[in-house]
């Protein structure tokens, strides 16, 4: 009799962790990405706080009430003593992957340095406006813990997940057409427009949300076979590849050609991936050609983004890839129709193409160091942005990627440990105001410490974060995930929506930075990739503990 309770017990800590679960993620990926007060003012603030008051703590009548994580904690220990009493316990912990590992040797190296930082006043809760202190860095960790072990799909949240991305999508869209239906833009000049955009704020922090979620909404797309489901993620492939070209940030390319170039190698699968890869290339290309054309009819009420995204929309040249996608798609289809297509035998094409693009980075780094140095003939010399490496490379990254590497030379220089396990979460500012206080101070002036909160390069800006120690930790995270999910998709297709969602974070955020909106979504997503490696399928609402 007792050990019938127990079981009883057990299941219902199994299935509460995992239906509340899901209700966290439809607070997260439904209401937490629309979610504004006061239009953009302090909107930053504003994402913490709604995240903080969900996730972490609450306060009200003078006292904080843990929210979210503190129930999956508490109902967690229920859990495990449950299973201790059924003698499961050991066999719940048993399964440790090299994700999991990385991840709690990150947040083990993010304690260890806020007990020993010179700032720990400043890392706990983290700088003002962005907030990626310990708390912070805990609360990810935590809920990539839970995704991978309480995580269930869900077929119709799924939908609705990507509807409210649509959402946010579409009034991104409409901003870029002066369109403002609720009037986020008053007050606001001209210039300043250009910068804000959707429920999300500055341009960088919607872009590091497109380009985690589109990818999943590509991968639909690309996979899918039902009708409503095809019908429902082409409208939504639309809409994400308007506002990919008309939202301005430049690293939101970067992203997009990762997760393309992930796409088209593993399309190598089969000749019905195929034919989609190039069918959902053709939508995209397609969908910016229009874009363009929007854009000359309603010229006097467009926002001007930047040049590579005119030149997307816009430029002749792009008939060219337009074109040879057409031809290709139309191509494979009568192949495959004739019985003449198989893909399968052609993967060096793949192979190929990497190793072209990686001696492509490799030419480009070297060009752009020989560039900037002096050491090309003159005829061979360029001014661009883009190709000379100077303070203001890259939208003023050149300074603040300067800034960091220094930094955590000095740090460790007069701190040695620091140049093990770092100063601590969100400690760059502070790193920065005592070796380079005046220098940002003369180069940004008014704008102050306000634009180098960190380096733009999130892997830089965690070397001084976490040291050597917590950046092979914190890009281990990553780089295990990737390709614990790129095995499993073998069995579980679905894994390489959660591949070509962290390609894409890595590829933006090397151009970038953590925050509130994108970091938690990643981790989230990659716990949930844990959960279906795993299981080696995807764990149904239905199933049991």
């Given at each position: 009799m007792l050990k019938k309770k127990t079981e009883v017990k057990e299941l219902f800590s199994f299935k509460f962790l995992k239906e509340f679960i899901g209700v966290y993620l439809a607070f997260f990926f439904?209401?937490?990405?629309?979610?504004?007060?006061?239009?953009?003012?302090?909107?930053?603030?504003?994402?913490?706080?709604?995240?903080?008051?969900?996730?972490?703590?609450?306060?009200?009548?003078g006292l904080t009430v843990p929210t979210a994580l503190g129930v999956m904690v508490v109902v967690f220990l229920l859990h495990m003593r449950a299973l201790g009493k059924t003698g499961e316990r050991e066999q719940f912990w048993k399964s440790v992957s090299k994700t999991d590992i990385c991840a709690l040797a990150y947040i083990i190296i993010c304690f260890v340095s806020t007990i020993i930082t010179p700032y720990k006043e400043y890392v706990v809760m983290g700088s003002g406006g962005w907030y990626c202190g310990l708390i912070f860095q805990l609360s990810v960790v935590l809920l990539y813990f839970f995704m991978s072990r309480y995580w269930r799909w869900d077929d119709i949240m799924f939908m609705a997940y990507l509807g409210a991305s649509a959402v946010v999508y579409l009034l991104a869209v409409m901003h870029r057409f002066s369109i403002d239906p609720f009037n986020f833009y008053a007050g606001l000049s001209d210039d300043r427009k250009r910068t804000f955009l959707t429920t999300m704020g500055q341009n960088t922090w919607y872009s590091s949300y497109l380009v985690i979620i589109f990818p999943i909404g590509l991968f639909a797309y690309w996979y899918v076979k039902k009708k409503s489901y095809r019908i429902a993620t082409f409208l939504y492939l639309v809409l994400a590849s308007m506002t990919i070209v008309t939202q301005d940030s430049d690293s939101a390319f970067m992203a997009l050609f990762a997760i393309n170039l992930v796409l088209f190698a593993v399309s190598f699968r089969s000749n019905e991936y195929m034919i989609r890869y190039f069918e959902s290339l053709v939508v995209m290309l397609t969908t910016w050609r229009i874009v363009g054309f929007m854009q000359m009819i309603f010229a006097d009420s467009v926002l001007t983004t930047g040049k590579i995204m005119l030149f997307c929309s816009q430029s002749n040249l792009m008939w060219i890839p337009w074109?040879?996608?057409?031809?290709?798609?139309?191509l494979l289809r009568k192949l495959d129709k004739e019985h003449k297509l198989d893909?399968?035998?052609y993967k060096w094409i793949y192979k190929v193409l990497i190793a072209a693009v990686l001696l492509g980075i490799a030419a480009l780094v070297i060009y752009i160091v020989l560039n900037t140095t002096g050491a090309l003939p003159e005829n061979l010399r360029s001014t661009s942005n883009y190709l000379y490496f100077d303070d203001g490379w890259g939208n003023h990254r050149g300074i603040n990627w300067k800034m960091a590497v220094n930094t955590y030379i000095a740090t460790s220089k007069d701190h040695p440990w620091m140049a093990v396990i770092g100063g601590g979460p969100d400690s760059y500012v502070e790193s920065i105001k005592i070796y380079f206080g005046e220098l940002v101070n003369d180069y940004f002036g008014s704008r102050g410490y306000g634009t180098v909160q960190s380096a733009h390069n999130e892997f830089l800006t965690e070397l001084v974060w976490g040291g050597a120690l917590g950046l092979i930790a914190y890009v281990g995270i990553f780089v295990t995930a990737i390709i614990r999910n790129l095995k499993a998709s073998k069995k579980t297709p679905e894994s390489l929506a959660i591949v070509l969602a962290i390609v894409g974070y890595m590829a933006?955020?090397?151009?970038?930075?953590?925050?509130?909106?994108?970091?938690?979504?990643?981790?989230?997503?990659?716990?949930?990739?844990e959960c279906i490696a795993r299981m080696g399928e995807l764990r149904l609402i239905s199933d049991g503990g």
């Open positions: 439904l209401l937490f990405p629309l979610y504004y007060e006061r239009n953009y003012a302090h909107i930053g603030e504003v994402k913490w706080k709604i995240y903080r008051n969900f996730t972490l703590y609450i306060k009200m009548f074109a040879a996608s057409v031809a290709i798609y139309v893909v399968t035998k933006h955020n090397f151009f970038c930075y953590q925050q509130v909106i994108c970091t938690p979504t990643i981790f989230i997503i990659i716990g949930m990739g």
